[in-house]
């Protein structure tokens, strides 16, 4: 999610990032740290939280997958999370 929108897709509508994730992302204009973080889609936004903490919200779109995915994966372009696919 770069700002503008991102996407979300796969059967459901939550999840956690993948926990191999090393390195700092971001979601629109909030740097995510490494580490681990549940996230889930309200309406027209995807929501990060640490915990109950809310870390970021951002705009996206949800899909649904042909196939659920064996795991949650994002994918990123120059640091910034521009899909997630749950698993």
């Not at 999840?15 to 309200?42: I, N, V």
Request: charged share 25%; glycine share 12%.
């Amino acid at each position: 999610m770069t700002g503008a929108t991102g996407t979300v897709a796969g059967l459901g509508r939550a999840g956690e990032m993948a926990s191999a994730r090393r390195t700092a992302s971001f979601t629109g204009a909030t740097q995510l740290k490494p580490g681990d973080y549940k996230f889930e889609m309200q309406g027209d936004k995807v929501v990060f939280k640490e915990g109950k903490t809310v870390i970021a919200e951002v705009a996206a779109t949800s899909e649904t997958a042909a196939k659920k995915y064996s795991d949650t994966t994002y994918e990123s372009t120059d640091g910034k999370i521009t899909a997630i696919k749950c698993g």
